[in-house]
């Protein structure tokens, strides 16, 4: 991956940006970061107040400059790319963020909470987001986590190489400092509960748990077979020396085209697998994950097998996973703009020898978890059905945000639903105590 | 013309220089072991770190230099409480044999600065016996404390003329006077080294200035264990003080004497620049302190294809070129008017020049939103030309003469029905009487 800035790499790529006039890059973040803002200030040796306007707009800012698509977003209208490249947002903004907290510098100063209690299923970028806006509202949040250590997908889903513990720890100092109580190890699972808080002291609720039931594309799981949330999970939940085990020095099959697919590949690399391959049916170019993330792979010497399609597994005398047989596609002829679909190639089967297979096709939403909120609307996926410009669910006092509305997402996304929904609860919360907005 | 035919030789002061390019007095110039390697890199001479008698212990403060950056361009100026040479007399005269014997056909110019009448000739002295084909008086220091020696020479014309006179009197090898800039006239002490007998003038040194200070512990830089002091800025970003008073020196016919031009130069187009404007010669310090001896490849390179691009064959036919089209602003022709153009197919639609206009120029662009471009109101251009500053784009920006019947709008007046509330008389030489 590529390495991060110090002072003056980030001073110097800063001041390449062109200042614009009207910034385009401030109009191509979905949580409303300011580049353009951000970067005058720090050109202007407004260092602290650079750092503000980052993270008064994005508790996460830190997270979102390391894990943010920036090439498609911010980065994507940068008038320097007609010049010769992009200005690199979102290095220099990640720089920013770690400069303050290397230097100590506290953004912000500890509200009084004056109003109600308000719940949050779910400690992922959009609780987190959700918690801290609200905290700096005024309100008392807290956030229900099942997992051990808050942080959701930036804990469980993206590997340390990529996004560190470390990082995640200082980032998350800041919204503790807000007085964002957490309940880590506290499921809501029984039937109703997260309705239920309503009656329990909580103003409001806001639901944000995500999807974390890995898809799954063969029907036959044999052992030495893992989702992509188990395995990038393992170092977190216990099971990280036994995947080790599996991994060094063997052959890993990760299926998949997208970011977390990617990111299985590279942890499989990093914990030191001789192959590593990345089997997808269809084209390099339709592969869903970033170009640079796919370049990332190339360079770290991942397999790409693209255009073969799984059709099971094989095991050894043990019941293990030892093969994944594959038949070769190609793609269906061009129509138009439709996207082009992968066809077997008749009698193209064979087989790949591997040790260890990864599915990464994508996460959805646990099969029973509208169980926990049976009054609130949701989809034939299960997914909650809420506004994205209020997060408001079917039932009042009840919103939700984050991939469990959206699907899979991006975490900036995430963290703009947080943001949202806390201006929904708020403006819900005050009307409610006879306020006009 | 070809490269061939290019000479870039010149002569100073009766003594031949291979090419203009000297180090000026500086570290870069401290011992033999560093001039003999910028000799092989192609510098044409030195003149060395100035030499002291060994009466006046010189301990350099530690640090002793702050580097003055702008944005991310390192080295835009730079800040230093350098001594003079801080080396035992004998070591350097034994580096002057040395280099006269290794590098025959390069010039030693030996920089010397008294704290007496009595101390200015021995140095003289020394210097000529050991080889040095010519004497910079250093009569510019500006962080020599002692009442009579650098700088306060430099302001106090008649110990300059005492100086250069004593120094002139016992030796027969060519004299340089070098100039402090901080003051506001050079040509009269200049006048006064002539007077002195001096033959030829070197400028700048260093400009006095403060150009960072620790906030931290409100010490400006470099900070000597908790103090600072007001000490020499030298480097890019004083450069246009040095051309001004070359400038100055050179059109100033009374004193008609050779000009060693030094400040902020670091390539070939600022050496040009100092050699336009009159000076045969041109010493460097902080460039090389940034960069290296190497750059004198490119000083050589670039210089040489710029005369053969011009049809001049000797540097000499450069010297001074660029004075008589350097008048004061009285002499400007003022019917001649012209504006700002824009070629927007180059154009990247950041909308700096928008900015610029709106705030510090004419209010002459107006902004389309939609296609992100800036729309000029021809008539209302000031040719200030800002935006062309600004602009990150080569060419796009450029000045273009109108004809004499275009007018140029007066800019607005917010509300007129004002004007009868207006408290004024027009300005004659009776309103106030």
Redesign the interface.
Known sequence: MSKRYDF?QA??E??RC?????A?CSKGCPANTDPGKFIKKF?MQNIKGAIRTIKENNILGGACGILCPTSRLCEKEC??A??DRPIQIGKIQEFLVRHGNDIGFKVFEKPEPVFEQVAIIGSGPAGLSCAAELARKGYKPTIFEKMDEPGGVLRYGVPSYRFSKEYLKTEMEDIIDLGVEFKCSHPIKEEGEAEELLNKGFAAVFIATGLWDAASILKEKPEGVYNSVEFLSSPHTGGLDKIKNQVKDKRVAVIGGGSVAMDCAGYAASLGASDVYLVYRRSFGQMPAELDERMESLENNIHFLILNQPKAYLTDDREKVSGIQLVRTELSPAQGSRRRSPMEVKDSEWVLDINLAVEAIGNKAFKDSNQLYPNVDIDTKKQIKASLDNCQTSKPGIFAGGDIVRGPSLVVNAVQDGKTAAMAINRYLQLGRGKNE | MNKRDIDLSIDFCGVTFKNPFLLSSSPVSNSAEMVARSFEAGWSGVVFKTLNSDTTPIIHPSPRMNGYGY???RLVGLQNVEMISDRPLKDNLMDFLYLKKKYPDHVLISSIMGFSNDEWAYLAKVSEDNGADMLELNFSCPHMSVEGAGHHVGKAFDLIEKFTATVKNCVSIPVIAKMTPNITDMNEPALYAKQGGADAISAINTVSGISQIDLDVMTPKPNIFGLSSVSGTSGPSIKPIGLRFISDMAKCEELSLPLSGIGGIETWVDALEYILLGASTIQVTTGIIHYGYGIVEDMIEGLTDFMVEKDVAKVQDLVGKALVNLKTTDKFDLKRQGRAQYDLEKC?????C??VCRDAGGFALD?D?EK?RPVLIEDKCLSCMICSFVC??SDLISFTEMPGTWKRQDACVMDKELESRIKYQPFTTKTLL
Not at chain 1, 18 to 22: E, T
Not at chain 2, 348 to 352: L, N, R
């Open positions: 003056s001073l110097a800063a001041d062109l200042l614009c006039h009207d385009p050109k008038a320097s007609l010049l | 944005g991310n361009k990247v639609g950041c909308g700096q928008y900015t902004w939103q992100r990150p784009v």
